[in-house]
């Protein structure tokens, strides 16, 4: 059974600051990794889907990757700002299972002024 | 662009009420789910679609059934609540994953309290 882990549960830091966020998880057999943010009281919002033939992909100041050999996934976020402020998730989606999505419990990110 | 939206927004229920939550996507998509997000267990998959009157059964399926009778609509429905069923609902669609490599798109979410 895939089980997907988020580490830290929670994460401050100062703007401007580089930072990552982990994903690691246990069945290196996914389709594709995602990650999304989520504002409080707010729906996900995705952020990267990252292939399981990949090993990255970038949007603006987030750089995602995927080592599936490790089971492992990051988060880069580039000079960090408060609108960052959010809590960040990772979800595996398993091969041939209707598309599934298995989620980490999220990382809260708090970016001070 | 109206995209996954999921009626009602808030609900509070008692003990033993029933209700259906409705969720309506407007991106053709094929595939449907409905999440549970509670506090340090993250999201859960509780039923999912993969086409117009088709369904399954996710993670934690028990106490809910599911309809999906028009292609954009998922009907998610507690016939007795319980208390173990408050909780943020999320409903989420996307094209069918081996077509179309795009993440789900995600509806705001109905926070459902039983007392």
């Known amino acids: 059974k895939q089980e997907v882990t988020q580490i830290p549960a929670a994460l401050s830091v100062p703007e401007g600051e580089n930072l990552v966020l982990n994903c690691s998880f246990t069945?290196?057999?996914?389709?594709?990794l995602q990650w999304f943010r989520q504002d409080p009281g707010k729906g996900l919002t995705s952020l990267l889907l990252?292939?399981?033939?990949?090993r990255e992909q970038t949007s603006g100041r987030l750089n995602a990757s995927l080592d599936k050999s490790s089971g492992r996934s990051t988060l880069y976020i580039a000079a960090s700002q408060p609108g960052d402020s959010a809590t960040y998730l990772c979800?595996?989606?398993?091969?041939?299972?209707?598309?599934?999505?298995?989620f980490g419990q999220g990382t809260e990110l708090s970016v001070k002024p | 662009n109206a995209g996954v939206t999921q009626t009602p927004k808030f609900r509070v229920l008692k003990t033993g009420q029933s209700m259906t939550l409705l969720c309506a996507q407007d991106?053709?998509?094929?595939?449907m789910y409905w999440y549970r997000q509670d506090p340090g267990m993250g999201l859960r998959l509780i039923h999912y679609?993969?086409?117009?009157?088709?369904?399954a059964k996710g993670e934690v399926p028990d106490g809910y059934n599911v309809s999906r009778l028009k292609k954009q609509n998922f009907l998610l429905g507690l016939e007795s609540a319980a208390p173990s069923q408050t909780s943020v609902y999320f409903c989420?669609?996307?094209?069918?994953?081996?077509?179309?490599?795009?993440?789900?798109?995600f509806g705001d979410g109905t926070r459902l309290s039983i007392l």
């Open positions: 989420a669609s996307s094209y069918h994953p081996y077509r179309v490599s795009q993440p789900q798109h």
């Open positions: 069945d290196s057999a996914i389709y594709n």
């Open positions: 990252i292939q399981s033939s990949q």
């Open positions: 979800a595996a989606r398993q091969d041939n299972q209707g598309g599934k999505l298995i």
């Open positions: 991106m053709n998509h094929e595939y």
């Open positions: 679609s993969v086409g117009e009157g088709t369904t």
